[in-house]
C-alpha cells in the first residue's frame, strides 16, 4: 500500500473502526466451464459485498456468464476495506459488472480501499467491466488491481472515474484517488503496471497539462490477449474512435500482451460511449460478438 494511504491508516471516530463486520467485504468467485456453458463453482461472500446469481444473457455467447456485483450501503465509506476474488477456470467465458455506479463518501480520518484479484486461466474470456466511479467531496479511495493471465487467455478491463456530483457542483472535490493496475503471467512475468494518482489540492490539480490536460472524465480500457496481433488491434481501436468527441490514445502493452485505451471528455456521457464503442470494437475482433445491451438502472 502507498504510504500516502499508510499514513491515513488511523482510528475512525463516531463511527465503526476499521474491521468492524460490514466494514471488510469479501467476495471469492470460482468459474469453471460445464459442458457448453460457465458456472460457479465455490462463492463465498460478507457484507458489503454481494455477487448476484449468474445469468446467461448474450444469444451470440451463450456460454458466458454474467455477474453483477452489489455493495451494500450504496458505496464506500471512510474505513471501509473490500476484496474481490475472481477465478476463471479453463476454457470458461464470464463477464462482471457492476450493479449501479461505485460512490465514494467523505472519509473524516482514514479511508477506503478495495483490492480485485483476476486470476484467468488457459483458454478462459474474462471481461471486467465495472460501472463509473463517482468521488464525493473529501473521499480518499485506494483501489488495487492485480491480473494473472494465462498466455492463450483473453481479458478486457476497464475503470471509468468521473470527477464527482457534478450537479451538486463536486467537481475534482475529492481528497486522493489511486488506482493501480498490474498484469503478470502465471509464472510471475510482469507484463505491465499502470498508475492513475489524482490529489485534487496538490500543484495545479487535477486539470493539470501533466494529467487530464483540461478534461473532467478519464477512462482506460485494457485488452489483454493473443488472438490477434497487437498492432492491428491499435489500428482497429484508433479507426473506432476517430468520430468519438473524446481525446483519445490507443497503443500497444508491453510485451505484445494487448493493447491500451486512455480516454478523456468533457462530460460522462461521451467518455462512456466512447468506451463502450472500443469494447464492441474489441469485442467483435476478438469474440465474434457485439457488446450487449445490460440495461442497467
Known sequence: MPKEFAALDRRVEGSLPVGAPGKVGVLELVLARHGGTTRVQHQRQRAPLHGYRPIHLDAKLPEMAFIFVQQFGDGFVDGDRCRIDIDCGPDSAVHVTTQTATNLYRSEANFAAQLVDLHVG?????????????????????????????????????????PGRVAHGEIHAYGLYWA?????????????????????????????????????VVATLY????????????????????ESEVLAGVSELPKACGVSVRLLGATSKVVGAALRTAWNEARLALLGAPAPDLRKG
Do not use: C, K, M
Not at 129 to 154: E, I
Not at 183 to 199: E, H, K, N, V
Not at 223 to 242: I, Y
Open 122 to 162: 488457459r483458454g478462459a474470456v474474462l471481461e471486467y467491466l465495472p460501472d463509473p466511479v463517482v468521488p464525493f467531496r473529501g473521499s480518499r479511495f485506494y483501489q488495487r488491481t492485480r491480473l494473472t493471465a494465462d498466455p492463450n487467455s483473453t481479458v478486457i478491463l476497464a475503470e471509468l472515474l468521473l
Open 180 to 216: 493501480e493496475t498490474e498484469a503478470r503471467r502465471p509464472d510471475g512475468t510482469l507484463l505491465f503496471a499502470d498508475t492513475l494518482r489524482l490529489r485534487p489540492t496538490e500543484g495545479e490539480g487535477p486539470r493539470s497539462l501533466g494529467l487530464l490536460g483540461g478534461s473532467d
Open 223 to 242: 485488452v489483454v490477449t493473443q488472438r490477434a496481433p497487437a498492432p492491428e488491434l491499435v489500428e482497429l481501436l484508433r479507426h473506432a474512435l476517430t
